[in-house]
Structures are given as structure tokens and as C-alpha cells.
């Protein structure tokens, strides 16, 4: 607290002769991290392949679902929507928009 626009971690403005060797080693050691970083990434091992996901999009997908889930509720669609077709499209289509709209 109290530190003026001239006090600071790294004062580069300092006119002090005894504070130059300090600046300019500290500006040396950050060169060289600087310099290293990028090294240091050629280090770092691939990347792990992500899980595979797979959508279920057809009602009976979506029943054994249920079933693996929660067996004691199982498959639970009291407004039917997942027998429905939205916009003239198919029911797995319609299913697909009910599971993107729920995501959201």
C-alpha cells in the first residue's frame, strides 16, 4: 500500500546506480524463461483421444437407456413426445431436437 506510480515489483525507471545490476539481471532470467517456454512444450505427450459418444436418437435407443439408468423408473414419456413428429420430420429427428432443446 502507499506505493507510487514509481514503486514497484520491477522499477525500471530507477536512477539508483545500485539498483541497475538487480534490473538487469532480473531482465535476463525473464529472457530466458521466455525463451525456454516454447522448448518446454515440445516436452508435453499427445493429447488423450476423447471418449466415444454415442447419441442415442430412436425411441427404443431411448427406452433401453432408461432401463440401463434407472431400472425402477424406466422409460417415463407421459406427454409422448418421443412417439411425435415436429415439423413433418421423422421421430428420431424429432428426438434429436428434443435433446438439443433440453441441453440448452
Not at 518446454?40 to 447419441?55: C, K
Request: hydrophobic content about 40%; glycine content about 8%.
Amino acid at each position: 500500500l502507499g506505493a507510487g506510480p514509481r514503486q514497484g515489483l520491477l522499477n525500471l525507471y530507477d536512477d539508483n546506480p545500485q539498483s541497475q545490476p538487480k534490473q538487469a539481471e532480473t531482465r535476463m532470467k525473464l529472457a530466458v524463461a521466455l525463451a525456454v517456454l516454447p522448448a518446454a512444450a515440445a516436452f508435453v505427450g499427445p493429447a488423450a483421444a476423447p471418449a466415444e459418444t454415442r447419441l442415442r436418437e430412436t425411441k427404443a435407443d431411448l427406452e433401453a437407456l432408461a432401463k440401463e439408468l434407472n431400472p425402477t423408473v424406466g422409460f417415463y414419456d407421459p406427454l409422448g413426445l418421443s412417439s411425435q413428429n415436429f415439423w413433418g420430420k421423422s421421430e428420431e429427428e424429432t428426438i434429436g431436437f428434443l435433446r438439443h432443446a433440453e441441453i440448452k
